[in-house]
Every structure is written in C-alpha cells, then in structure tokens.
C-alpha cells in the first residue's frame, strides 16, 4: 500500500525571523474499492485440467480444429461418453451402431441408458432431487463440459494427458508456452516459408515422442522429469498398454488403476482425466482441495474458520466425503464440478432454502 504524502497544515506562524516546520502525522488510509464479484473461470480446476480438457478455441498453436457439430448419441454415465481420437486419425465413440446392435457380453460395454442430448438434464435434475439446495448453484452456473456441445468435442487422449504432465507445479503461461514449443519441436517451419506466415500444425504421436530421445523433448522447456515421464507415457500407448480402445470399453476402476500405473500421473491427475477429458460422469475425488471446501460449505460448516486448521482434511474427513457424496451417483462428477462452484454463492440462501 502507497503511503501517503499529506501533511497537517501547520499552525499560524509566530512572529519571528523563523518559520516553524510543518509537523508529520500519521498518514491516512486510504479507503479501498469495494471488492468486485469475479465469476468463477469456465474450467473449475487448475491449470493442469485446463490443458488436458480443452480442445477448442484455446489459442494454442495445435487448436485449429473448428468446433464439432453436434449429433445426438448413446450415453452411458458410468461410460466414457467422449469421442476419442487415435494416433491413426480414426475417431472411436463407445456406442457405434455395431454396439448398440451387439448384446453387452459381445461388445464388453452395458447397454446405453440415455443420450448425449440429455445426459446433463438428468445428472441436473437428479442432484436436485438428492439435495434441493443444490438448485441455486445448478440454475446459476452452466455446466458446459457435460453439455451435448462439450460431450460432442474430440479428445486426443495422449495429447491431454501429455499437457497435463506439462502443466504440472508451472503457470498456466508457462504450461502454454511449453506445450506450443512441443509441438513445434516436430512442426518445424519449411525452409522457404515467408516470415509472419501460418502453417498447419498437429501434436505430435506416441510413436513419434517414444522415438526421441529425452534431451530432445527439454528443448521445449520440459525438466528432465517430466520429459521422461511424456517419453514413458508415449510408449505406453505404443505398445498397446494404453490405447483409445482400451478407454472406451474400460471401466471406471479400470481406467484409473491403467492410469495410475503410468509414471508422472498421479491418482488425482488420473481423476480429472477421466472426469473432464474422458466425460465420464461417476468420478469423484476426495484429494482435491476444492471439492473439499465446497461440500463443508454445502453442509453449513464455518469455511473461512476451518481454513486456518492444518492437516490434507482441514474442511473434510474423506469418509464424511465418500459418504456425502455417495447419494449423487451415478453423477459424482457433475456434483464435484459444482462443489467448485458452491462459495460463488450465498451459502446462508442454500442452506435455508
């Protein structure tokens, strides 16, 4: 804060050949803006979730793929319900018209139960139904990730668990910048391209990361770390211990323990991926810190008393974590999604609603 530089007018001069120096006071205050209302960010979660979810529009150098159209699909909450893209270009949905005409013990997927059209209608309304005080956060705050809009984006799944890797303990600049050199390490500029002209781009394969070598990929600002970890990562996919397939027709404890067991990828990382990259809507986890604080609030507790408790469960034991959030399956990962959102608004409304 600015001190300030006002002085007390002095008193009246006394008659003498000598002027009495103005005194110093204490500076006042100087009185602060009232604090704005910000909205809370599109994606709720930190910068790490930003890049793994994000397909369009995000301003980074491989996002020049137009926004999808949107068709009417089979969905399935406990189901990976986005499109997936594989390193051959091919795009793979859980329920094509072989699957759906196909019994669940030939397909190894249970039978759709609803649409992409109406899948957030219902997760909505059955959140409001378990607990109406929910229903102001849900009418104020859209949920865009699992709308038929954000079911319908194509995600590369080694591209968005690679900037996740990417965006680990960095700013979300430094996360960005890193990720466009990446990709530019295997898009170089042609030799005769003319100064301010655009090219192309693509990120790069598995098979093409796992052939480099590690001092390579750092030349994209990469530690040496977690260019191993990208390296490991990419030949996981190659050699088939991971693949768009596998997480199509996975279950959600099976997608989590194939994840998990890659190095650099944590259990709350693996969570987010399947949660808002995958679009899978069962998803819940008690690690994050946000969730935490918002299901305290939820449940009247005092947030702002329990911040300065120390301890991982400061606002939250896990198991009244696991408990609460037991009655919103099959739909614990739009509730976690709202969890974040639960302190934008008034707290004492939704708890006496």
Known sequence: TRKSESFKASAAQPASDFATPDLPSTPKRRRKDAATS?????????????????????????????????????????????????????????????????SPSKTGVPRPTTTTSHLLEEACAHLINTDPRLKPVIEKHHCRIFSPEGLAEEVDPFRSLSSGIMAQQVSGAAAKSIKNKFVGLFNPAPADAKEGSQQAVSFPTPAQVAACEVPFLRQAGLSGRKAEYIKGLA????????????????????????????????????????????????????????????????????????????GKWKYMSEQDMLEHSAKFAPYRSLFMWYMWRIEDVNVDAIQNS
């Not at 150098?61 to 594989?86: G, M, S, W």
């Open 38 to 102: 910000i909205a809370p960010p599109i994606t709720p979660t930190p910068t790490q979730v930003g890049l793994m979810t994000a397909s369009y529009s995000t301003g980074d150098i491989d996002d020049a793929t137009p926004p999808p159209f949107v068709a009417d699909r089979p969905a399935e909450p406990h189901q990976t319900n986005a499109p997936l893209k594989t390193p051959g270009g091919s795009r793979l949905v859980t329920y094509s018209n072989e699957v759906i005409d196909s």
């Open 235 to 310: 030949e996981k996919f190659v050699g088939g211990d991971l693949s768009a397939e596998m997480l199509i027709k996975a279950s959600d404890e099976e997608v989590l323990e194939k994840l998990m067991a890659v190095r650099g990828l944590g259990k709350w990382s693996v969570e987010m991926f399947a949660c808002f990259g995958l679009k899978r809507m069962d998803v819940f986890s008690t690690g994050d810190l946000g969730v935490q604080r918002g299901m305290a609030a939820l449940v009247g507790k005092d947030v702002a008393k329990l911040k300065a408790k120390g």
